[in-house]
């Protein structure tokens, strides 16, 4: 399988995209700064996937590489928290340029190259979060952008259905990452202690479920949502 991961400097990106390297596919993977993994089969592209002209450039170069795409992993995306009163405006415009307006795109130009591929069912898969069902406080608009991608999911799930392409989504709880670092400790605890599942989520917990949703197993499912950690 050839797949696309967006983000995968650090944290949870860069876990996948080790994990599905070692089970022998290829991997397209990217940031604003320079790679973080060495390996034969991955290709990083270095570029901020808000700028449009550079995204472009990148889905070029795995059309002239590999000529398809199987799978696309959205997985980049950055938050603040704050309250909304002390949020800049600029910061929330820059939330929603990374976390909606960069995936958007990054589909659009994706699925040019996941109707080349020989795969009966190709898969778009959008990372959202429990800050959407939970409505927390403090993540304004990192959560309103993560409603939207999940809104993207239900909606692009329709139009791309007709193609043979699936769109769905994972919803993570508190992964310890660099998106995470500075949330105190007694917060992550509190939505560590809402779950079901009440332990901290590992990248382990995340690959399973995203093999799941880009791989073959899940041909009959799109347009949801699948939240880990038992959120309700
Ligand atoms: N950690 C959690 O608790 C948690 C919970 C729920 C959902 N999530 C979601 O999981 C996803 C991954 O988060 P993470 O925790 O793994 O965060 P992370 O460690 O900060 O990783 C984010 C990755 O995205 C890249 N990135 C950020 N902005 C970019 C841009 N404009 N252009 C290109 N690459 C960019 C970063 O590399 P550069 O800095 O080099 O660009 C980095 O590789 C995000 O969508 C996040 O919202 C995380």
């Given at each position: 399988m050839i797949l696309m991961i967006t983000g995968t400097r650090t944290g949870i990106g860069r876990a996948l995209a080790e994990h599905f390297?070692?089970?022998?596919?290829d991997v397209v993977g990217c940031s604003r700064r320079p790679a973080a993994i060495d390996h034969p089969r991955y290709r990083h592209h270095q570029l901020d996937i808000t700028d449009i002209s550079q995204t472009k450039?990148?889905?070029?170069?795995?059309?002239?590489?590999?000529?398809?795409?199987d799978a696309l992993v959205n997985n980049a995306g950055v938050s603040s928290m704050n309250h909304f009163m002390t949020t800049p405006d600029e910061v929330s415009r820059r939330i929603f340029d990374v976390n909606f307006f960069a995936v958007l795109n990054c589909c659009r130009e994706a699925v040019k190259m996941l109707q080349k591929s020989s795969e009966k069912s190709t898969a778009i898969l959008n990372v959202s979060t429990v800050a959407v069902p939970w409505a927390i406080e403090g993540q304004l608009a990192y959560a309103a952008s993560k409603s939207a991608v999940e809104q993207l999911?239900?909606?692009?799930?329709?139009?791309?259905s007709a193609f043979g392409i699936r769109v769905n989504g994972i919803?993570?709880?508190?992964v310890h990452t660099v998106l995470t670092r500075t949330v105190p400790r007694p917060k992550i605890d509190n939505l560590i202690a809402r779950q079901t599942i009440s332990r901290q989520?590992?990248?382990?917990?995340?690959?399973?479920?995203?093999?799941?949703?880009?791989g073959r197993q899940s041909e009959f499912i799109t347009g949801e949502t699948l939240f880990l950690g038992g959120v309700h």
């Open positions: 390297l070692a089970a022998g596919h450039k990148m889905f070029r170069s795995v059309r002239q590489e590999y000529g398809r795409l999911v239900r909606i692009m799930s329709k139009e791309l919803g993570l709880p508190p989520c590992t990248t382990a917990d995340i690959v399973g479920p995203v093999e799941f949703l880009i």
